[in-house]
């Protein structure tokens, strides 16, 4: 299971981490986990856990995506 979380050095970033693929960080934007990298070089102490939810439309596993916006009917 991979856990989400923010940083307060980095706003721009999330962070995420599972035993299977380590730490990684993607950009907090539409299908950033897409734009995944490792995470090198910063503080842990500067991470807090958030739900996975909060990863909405990231594309990060686990978290939802919306449905069609701005459809009409």
Avoid: H
Wanted: glycine fraction near 10%; aromatic fraction near 16%.
């Amino acid at each position: 299971m991979v856990k989400l979380y923010r940083s307060t050095q980095y706003s721009t970033w999330w962070f995420a981490f599972s035993p299977k693929i380590g730490w990684v960080m993607f950009p907090a934007e539409v299908a950033g986990w897409e734009k995944r990298k490792p995470a090198s070089k910063f503080d842990l102490n500067g991470l807090r856990e958030i739900p996975i939810r909060q990863g909405f439309n990231t594309g990060i596993p686990g978290a939802p995506e919306s449905s069609a916006l701005g459809t009409s009917a």
